[in-house]
């Protein structure tokens, strides 16, 4: 069964570095979307992305983070300059191109800034 | 803004009982989805159910069902016959129907649930 796939499972940086997080999303699938989910916190949306360009995006969202879809393949979110309090799990999701679809997950990226 | 409320932050059961983890909801539309994923240890969110609102028959998958009640705007899981691996986070979720491209889910915040042998 096809899945989303995210890289790297763990990432740790240093608060003010720049980290991307890469996801595969499954292939046939359209929209695509970020969430994130602060330790024992709930999830929380991030953006959506659809037809190469963001369809929402939170409050969260804001100037220092940024997606892309570069090849067709793959989808990331880039964070600019990290701060302490965007340590989190870090999830993408695909859904295919009917508005009635699920959304699958991908097994997330804990990402740690020190 | 739609929210989405679980008020049992922790649930256990005995193994092979039957438990029901309570969502309720908050909306203005009158056409959305409502979704039911689990998170085990591993992290990853896994769908265990959906339902479309405009559907009066309740959802069932295998042992996982729900009691959709959309006047009172509530939309309970029930594990039939759990098993140790059921044990995880449960997250209700809400997606509105249309609106163009966007159709991002509002989670609450889980419920934890425990199963024992």
């Known amino acids: 069964e096809p899945e989303v796939t995210q890289t790297p499972s763990h990432q740790v940086t240093q608060m003010g570095q720049e980290v991307i997080l890469r996801c595969v999303p499954i292939?046939?699938?359209?929209?695509f979307y970020w969430y994130r989910q602060i330790l024992g916190q709930k999830v929380e949306f991030l953006v959506s992305?659809?037809?190469?360009?963001?369809?929402?995006k939170s409050e969260i969202f804001d100037d220092q983070f940024s997606v892309e879809r570069p090849d067709g393949s793959n989808f990331t979110l880039k964070i600019r300059s990290t701060k302490l309090e965007d340590s989190a799990m870090y999830f993408c999701?695909?859904?295919?191109?009917?508005?009635?679809?699920?959304?699958?997950f991908g097994p997330g990226t804990r990402l740690t800034v020190l | 803004a739609q929210t989405v409320t679980q008020s049992q932050p922790e649930m256990s059961v005995q193994e092979a009982e039957t438990v029901t983890l309570s969502c309720t909801y908050d909306?203005?539309?009158?056409?959305?989805?409502l979704f039911w994923y689990k998170q085990p240890p591993s992290r990853q969110m896994i769908l265990v159910i959906r339902?479309?609102?405009?559907?009066?028959q309740n959802a069932t998958e295998n042992r996982f069902s729900v009691n959709f009640q959309k006047a009172a705007k509530s939309f309970s899981l029930k594990i039939s016959d759990s098993q140790l691996g059921d044990a995880a986070m449960y997250f209700c979720?809400?997606?509105?129907?249309?609106?163009?491209?966007?159709?991002?889910?509002?989670f609450g915040k889980g419920t934890l649930l425990t199963v024992n042998p």
């Open positions: 999701a695909s859904a295919l191109r009917d508005s009635t679809d699920t959304q699958y």
């Open positions: 909306t203005s539309e009158s056409d959305y989805y």
């Open positions: 979720a809400y997606r509105t129907l249309g609106g163009g491209s966007n159709y991002k889910l509002t």
């Open positions: 992305f659809y037809n190469n360009e963001i369809s929402e």
């Open positions: 292939s046939n699938h359209l929209y």
């Open positions: 339902q479309e609102a405009y559907k009066q």
